[in-house]
């Protein structure tokens, strides 16, 4: 009997090391799915304490949909025994404690334990998995039209040729000036589609690029000579070069055809007038999330954003921006090889592009460049050295984000950082919160959201009603372009989307450190 009772207390001990190593989410729950234990790794996926979680159901943690069918599959398996969930792994929602909903995979097995039946749940959070999928179908149907496009490009190519051909022999035999006026219109028309069929091999990644080692500064000032004369002056185009900047491998008459079309679009954007501005920049892609973020693999780039104050871009023309001969402008005449030709040009230079845009509030396009470093340790040490994050102590930060994505992964990234987190989807319902009491020690908050109060308005207020906050603001534009428009000022640091974990890390710890009085 002794025995027994010593194998029991081991057994208890050793299962309750295992819940406490595990990195995944355990619960154990009886038959009528209220949850008996839970672990660490648990209460921080779902955002409850685990005294809020044992002695409630596990419904709980699911969205209302789920949570109704969730009881009838216990039912129906200890009724009949056949798995649905039980001994399966499914992929599944999980509801946190905040009210957002996330994707997990969940095991689930049962035994018994003195005549009671228990069952196990291992979940698991899918959320990064997902981002990267999400990301790699994007890729994935990209390459493919690239490739159908390359295909029916040569073809039209060879197509071109002896019909450009044919036309300069018919012009050299001494054609009359009525058939010559012919000729020259037929030789015009078919060299704008070899014009058209070279720019779909750009984008289909078989063009013959040219590059040679530059600085990005160089080719940008080159090219905004050009564009100086040609935009019209009811735009305005400021620039923002980094001071040290590292060379890039580039073809600079691609660079150069890339930069006017992403210029001439952000001119259509603002029919009215408005301003641009093109910023350089060396960046580092360090650690998971800046990663996840922007779809790039770690490494060292040199930046080069483009950023317009215009009419935005819609999700559904966000999604299907650089697939070829897509265009919002069909009635102007875009022909949606623009910014196909840039993707193109971006990809097979080794690079990458990003898309932020929000309707109302322009635009900004990131593309990319791998650096050339003749020091191959320089870019492993600068990654290193980033590696030791500064972290908060239990604060409670009030993440303010329109864009449900977006949101998880801010507060993801702040919780990693030590810090607390409440979350609200626009600065109306983040004043209300802080109204109604919740303690809060900053407040950060994307600039541009739809409701009565931006970033500058809800800063202005939290300013002026609760001075003891602290306020941090982000903005996925690569200068404040709209600062003016949403009646913003300078005195408000605005970290850029995508930032690095590392760099967010070192401006909340900023902010929370005690001001020198002399």
Do not use: W
Request: hydrophobic share 40%.
């Amino acid at each position: 009997m002794e025995d027994l009772l010593a194998d029991t207390k081991q057994s208890g001990l050793l299962f309750d090391a295992l819940m406490e190593a595990a990195v995944d989410a355990i619960i154990v729950s009886d038959a009528n799915g209220t949850m008996i234990r839970a672990n660490k790794a648990a209460s921080k996926l779902f955002g409850h304490e685990i005294d809020e979680m044992v002695g409630r159901t596990v419904n709980m943690l699911m969205p209302e949909a789920l949570a109704a069918l969730h009881d009838d599959f216990m039912t129906h398996h200890i009724e009949t025994g056949e798995k649905r969930i039980i001994g399966l792994g499914r992929d599944v929602e999980g509801l946190r404690k905040d009210g957002s909903v996330f994707p997990l995979h969940l095991s689930v097995g049962h035994t018994e334990v003195a005549g009671e039946r228990l069952f196990i749940g291992i979940l698991h959070d899918l959320t990064e998995r997902r981002a990267a999928q999400d990301a790699l179908a994007r890729s994935q149907r990209l390459d493919a039209i690239g490739q159908l496009t390359g295909g029916i490009a040569h073809d039209f190519n060879n197509l071109l040729t002896v019909v450009i051909g044919n036309l300069e022999l018919l012009e050299m035999r001494g054609a009359d000036d009525r058939q010559l006026r012919l000729i020259r219109d037929s030789l015009e028309s078919a060299e704008m589609g070899a014009d058209l069929t070279s720019r779909l091999l750009v984008f289909a990644k078989k063009g013959n690029l040219k590059p040679v080692r530059a600085d990005l500064r160089t080719l940008c000032e080159d090219t905004l000579a050009i564009l100086q004369r040609t935009i019209g002056e009811i735009y305005s185009i400021k620039t923002d070069f980094a001071e040290d900047l590292s060379d890039v491998l580039i073809d600079p008459v691609q660079l150069q055809s890339a930069l006017i079309n992403l210029a001439l679009n952000a001119r259509d954007a603002m029919p009215k007038g408005g301003e641009f501005l093109i910023s350089v920049a060396d960046v580092v892609i360090d650690d998971t999330y800046m990663a996840q973020e922007t779809d790039i693999e770690p490494g060292q780039y040199v930046r080069l954003f483009v950023s317009d104050d215009g009419e935005g871009m819609g999700l559904e023309a966000q999604r299907r921006a650089f697939e070829p001969f897509f265009t919002t402008k069909s009635e102007t005449g875009g022909s949606g090889l623009g910014l196909a030709m840039v993707y193109g040009f971006v990809r097979q230079s080794g690079g990458h592009i990003t898309l932020y845009s929000e309707p109302g509030h322009g635009t900004s396009f990131g593309l990319y460049f791998p650096i050339l470093s003749s020091d191959d340790g320089k870019v492993a040490a600068t990654i290193a050295s980033s590696a030791a994050l500064e972290k908060g102590s239990g604060e409670v930060v009030l993440v303010v984000e329109d864009n449900p994505k977006v949101r998880r992964l801010s507060v993801e990234r702040v919780r990693d950082l030590g810090y607390e987190t409440l979350e609200a989807e626009n600065g109306d319902i983040a004043l209300d919160l802080l109204q109604s009491g919740a303690r809060v020690d900053l407040v950060f908050s994307d600039v541009v959201m739809p409701g009565a109060l931006n970033g500058y308005d809800l800063a202005a207020k939290v300013d002026e009603q609760f001075p003891a906050i602290k306020v941090l603001l982000t903005s996925g534009y690569a200068s404040d372009v709209v600062t003016g428009r949403l009646g913003g000022t300078s005195d408000y640091e605005v970290l850029h989307k995508p930032y690095r974990q590392a760099e967010l890390g070192r401006r909340l710890q900023a902010l929370f450190e005690p001001t020198s009085s002399g």
